[in-house]
Nanobody, 129 residues
Framework: QVQLIESGGGLVQAGGSLRLSCTAS????????MGWFRQAPGKEREFVCG????????RYEDSVKGRFTISRDNAKNTLYLQMDSLKPEDTAVYYC??????????????????????WGQGTQVTVSS
């Protein structure tokens, strides 16, 4: 069983920064790609960014390119999301997830939620204008 626990959310003014962390239990973290998703009130969950199992490739949704940076530390079983130049439209609950539905060591980052098999409980990010 895999558990993912996010932390680091909070309230920040527009233009500010936050760093989210996602700590995973279990032995398999380093074998799987990981992703961040978000869901704003009244909207569907959307892909934000992802990273392959070895950190060799990343992928970002267009609206966050140049502002968000995903990274991972496999020795610490931890995934990170550095969010800079935050905008009010970034307000959402942010979820980390394991890209495990298609197997380990994928060479690309899937963007569909159905390709992720384990999810964290989410952390709220609120950006005030």
């Amino acid at each position: 069983q895999v558990q993912l626990i996010e932390s680091g959310g909070g309230l920040v003014q527009a233009g500010g920064s936050l760093r989210l962390s996602c700590t995973a239990s279990g032995q398999s973290f380093s074998s799987y790609g990981m992703g961040w998703f978000r869901q704003a009130p009244g909207k569907e969950r959307e892909f934000v960014c992802g990273i392959t199992w070895n950190g060799g490739s990343t992928r970002y949704e267009d609206s966050v390119k140049g502002r968000f940076t995903i990274s991972r530390d496999n020795a610490k079983n931890t995934l990170y999301l550095q969010m800079d130049s935050l905008k009010p439209e970034d307000t959402a609950v942010y979820y980390c997830a394991r890209a495990g539905a298609l197997g380990p060591r994928l060479q690309y980052t899937p963007v569909r939620g159905i390709d992720y098999d384990y999810w964290g409980q989410g952390t709220q990010v609120t950006v005030s204008s």
